[in-house]
């Protein structure tokens, strides 16, 4: 069984710049995820899918972040325009549901950095 | 709010000897925890899971992990380290319903010869 994908495995950007991530799920997947991991630090969930509609984005700061999952299928996230501090590794995730037994699995992530 | 503290940030131990990764909870009813391992470069991966069935909980690779509701506490072990064990861990407590995560600070493992 395929894993999560993701690309790019690396970016880098200067400040003010826009940026995007691209994550597929494993097949079949409803759920998606995206998490933030700064360094030194847990992941955190930026924004949760259940197929194409957003469960739950509270942790996104809207003003300058996107994501959406158009065909409920693929899904990518945005930054525009960067600042320094979204310098961070961006996990996606996914799983067959939402329920708490339903186990999420992790892409490799997209290490960012912001000069 | 639901979180979790995990009480060593690094932890060293030599091959062959006991794991102990120490985790605490706070949650205003029974939780849903989780242990997950991140190896350099990789996904995050499940070890173990605790969702209010048996208390001890066995992972992948020989590890393992016990709920203790009077001391909040989902402490990670492993009888023999390995070399491979080395890596970050990451305890983690589902709140809310809907399979949302939230993950502690983490603690590193090294093992050492």
């Known amino acids: 069984e395929a894993g999560v994908a993701q690309s790019p495995r690396y970016k880098i950007i200067e400040k003010r710049q826009s940026v995007a991530f691209w994550c597929n799920p494993i097949?079949?997947?409803?759920?998606l995820y995206w998490y933030q991991q700064i360094l030194g630090q847990g992941p955190k969930l930026l924004i949760q899918f259940q197929n194409n509609g957003v469960v739950d984005d509270s942790q996104l700061p809207k003003d300058r972040f996107s994501a959406e999952r158009l065909k409920g299928v693929d899904s990518t996230l945005k930054i525009q325009p960067a600042k320094l501090e979204d310098s961070a590794v961006y996990l996606c995730a996914s799983s067959q549901g939402l329920a708490e037994s339903d186990t999420q699995y992790f892409g490799p992530g997209t290490r960012l950095t912001v000069l | 709010a639901q979180s979790v503290t995990q009480l060593d940030s690094h932890v060293s131990v030599s091959e062959g000897t006991p794991v102990l990764l120490r985790c605490n909870y706070s949650?205003?009813?029974?939780?849903?925890l989780f242990w997950y391992v991140q190896h350099p470069n990789k996904g995050l991966q499940l070890l173990l899971k605790?969702?209010?069935?048996a208390t001890l909980v066995k992972g992948i690779n020989g590890f393992e992990a016990e709920f203790k509701k009077s001391e909040t506490s989902f402490h990670l072990t492993k009888p023999s380290a390995h070399m491979s064990d080395a890596a970050e861990y990451f305890c983690?407590?589902?709140w809310g319903g809907g399979n949302k995560l939230t993950f502690g600070t983490g603690t590193q493992l090294k093992v050492e010869l």
């Open positions: 605790y969702t209010s069935a």
């Open positions: 949650s205003s009813y029974s939780p849903s």
């Open positions: 983690v407590v589902s």
């Open positions: 097949s079949g997947h409803a759920t």
